[in-house]
């Protein structure tokens, strides 16, 4: 008998811790300060006592302030991954406007490369040109 009071007691108390975190959203701190605030408020009416209240009312500060604290958390891991996707974001643009510029750089590149070419052309066809002129004005071939 014994053992079955033990057994229904520890089965009874996960289905407690159970139903306080689900209502706490999965976070124990605030599962813990809802659990501290219903037992004051059943302490209380046990007792049938006013008194009971200044101690219910710390408890229910306390639960506002773990559901505070939770939310603000929430908040700030959200910030957080808006942040990092900016980064990418910014870093994507980064990387895409520096291969553009590569790619400007090696075009202007090449045509300044032709245009060098050409250029020596023309002076090695006019080379050619005052050889001949002078070759032939000197007796030279």
Partial sequence: MAGRIVKFGGVAAAAGAAYYLYAAGGDPKLAEKKLEHDIATATRRAKGEVVGREGEAKKAGAEAYESLRA?????????KAAGRKADATFDAYHQDATKKLEEARAAAAKEVNAASDKFDQK????????KSWFGGFFGGK
């Fill in 123 to 130: 002076v090695h066809e006019g080379v050619k040109e005052t």
């Fill in 71 to 79: 939310s603000a958390e929430e908040l700030s891991a959200e910030a």
